[in-house]
Nanobody, 119 residues
Framework: VQLQASGGGLVQPGGSLTLSCAASGSAFKINAVGWYRQAPGKQRELVAEISSGGVTNYADSVKGRFTISRDNTKNTVYLQMNSLKPEDTSVYLC??????????????WGQGTLVTVSS
């Protein structure tokens, strides 16, 4: 199973971006998925997460601006980011708890995608 994160880029303050985290492989089920971010010199922080049942949780710093959602038919989780601020600049990573054949559950990480908010 592989996770592929995409959608980062350069955006002006107040702008929007949508990140995608797509899982590929065979015989798996995606459980909870989280989007994290890590800026240079800072600790990795949880931005948003969504359970297999669609329950969501957000960091206080992004509440009301970011929305996490999932499309189980496409094995993809999205992070819609609105009203972006310079302090949102970071590498964004997705992580997923995935159930494999035989009842094994593992945590997978996608590669990071860089979001830069600057005028």
């Amino acid at each position: 199973v592989q996770l592929q994160a995409s959608g980062g880029g350069l955006v002006q303050p107040g702008g929007s971006l949508t990140l995608s985290c797509a899982a590929s492989g065979s015989a798996f089920k995606i459980n909870a998925v989280g989007w994290y971010r890590q800026a240079p010199g800072k600790q990795r922080e949880l931005v948003a997460e969504i359970s297999s049942g669609g329950v969501t949780n957000y960091a206080d710093s992004v509440k009301g601006r970011f929305t996490i959602s999932r499309d189980n038919t496409k094995n993809t989780v999205y992070l819609q980011m609105n009203s972006l601020k310079p302090e949102d600049t970071s590498v964004y990573l997705c992580s997923a708890r995935i159930s494999l054949v035989g009842g094994v559950v593992r945590t997978y990480w996608g590669q990071g995608t860089l979001v830069t908010v600057s005028s």
